[in-house]
């Protein structure tokens, strides 16, 4: 019998505002985020971030460690406490949203920093960032990046020069990994990291995106950082042709999104191996959701089992003579 093919998640994952706050917690959270190549951050420049909510400064507070690389803070602005960071050993900095959900980086991206190794991410300077918001789930972004076979169509441009016939995607946990063409795996690098950060690096440019939720579920503020050897009409040349796929991208997800909205779409099956890669992180995404509600019901039961406990204990401990015995006798009843 043939295996059966993955599920999408249903289409109310879209755009359930109770899911989208428990995704908030057992996803975002426990999650780390690529904040860029550790070059953009330098002293007396903060940057300023926001994931899920939660709103945080980067600071440089010196250039003089001894690979030259900044050394640097990252503090919640609301609490003042700082999170934990890594920064990798070619440079590229992570973070967490909170000072203790989160497992520790290599826990979470096993195998990632050995990946990432082959890139020197401090070799193309900064050169531009652009944020908007587009109506659309994080999660339709999130889908449309882990498969191309959308790209023909909706990418013209694009797949001449990276036909999609040999595009594949290798899952490992929380993180996947895009090859354009797997008998060249030297030949760029394009990185999905669980939840909402990519990393795509190829010729002598290099562009991150953060697919960022806001407190509407069909609302997300896509953000984009540019990095080239290029400067000058060169870069100009590379920023046209990334910022034309990137507009692709986000008029398929808002029509995507329409169609979730209205229920024009519910849920369906995925091609188990053109799209293994949206089919792993909605499972990722499944998972640490069925975790966490598990965990809150636990702990309403731990609360509701010391409540009662407590309610017993006053009416165990109450003195024989009182007036109201009588009813709280009935109540010790009722619950033995
Ligand atoms: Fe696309």
């Not at 967490?96 to 959900?101: C, D, Q, W």
Request: aromatic share 14%.
């Amino acid at each position: 019998m043939a295996p059966t093919p993955p599920r999408t998640l249903p289409a109310s994952w879209y755009t359930s505002t109770p899911l989208h706050q428990l995704e908030r917690r057992a996803v975002f959270f426990k999650s780390w985020y690529l904040l860029g190549p550790i070059i953009k951050f330098t002293p007396g420049s903060p940057v300023f971030y926001e994931f899920a909510g939660i709103n945080l400064t980067v600071t440089a507070t010196s250039s003089t460690t001894p690979n030259r690389q900044p050394k640097v803070e990252v503090v919640e602005d609301a609490t003042g406490s700082p999170l934990p960071h890594h920064t990798t050993r070619t440079g590229l900095l992570f973070t967490t949203i909170s000072p203790t959900a989160a497992p520790d980086f290599h826990t979470f991206f096993p195998g990632l920093e050995e990946t990432l190794s082959a890139v020197d991410f401090t070799a193309r300077p900064y050169r531009r960032s652009i944020a908007y918001e587009g109506h659309f789930n994080w999660k339709t972004m999130v889908d449309g990046y882990q498969e191309c076979l959308h790209c023909q169509y909706t990418h013209p441009a694009f797949s001449v020069l990276y036909p999609p016939t040999f595009y594949a995607v290798k899952n490992h946990r929380n993180w996947s990994q895009h090859f354009a063409d797997p008998e060249k795996p030297d030949d760029g690098l394009f990185l999905y990291l669980l939840p909402n950060c990519t990393l795509n690096v190829y010729g002598g440019g290099m562009s991150l995106f953060r697919v960022c939720p806001t407190e509407d579920p069909g609302t997300t503020r896509m953000e984009f950082d540019y990095f080239n050897v290029d400067e000058g009409e060169k870069f100009e040349e590379y920023y046209r042709f990334v910022r034309q796929v990137a507009l692709e991208d986000y008029a398929l997800c808002e029509t995507a999104q329409y169609n979730l909205e209205r229920g024009i779409y519910a849920e369906g099956v995925l091609n188990p191996v053109k799209e293994n890669g949206v089919a792993y992180y909605q499972q990722r995404v499944l998972e640490m959701v069925l975790e966490q509600h598990q965990q809150d019901r636990q702990q309403a039961r731990a609360r509701e089992a010391k409540v009662a406990a407590a309610a017993i204990s006053a009416i165990k401990h109450e003195p024989a003579s009182h007036g109201n015995s009588i009813p709280n006798r009935t109540f010790v009843e009722a619950s033995a």
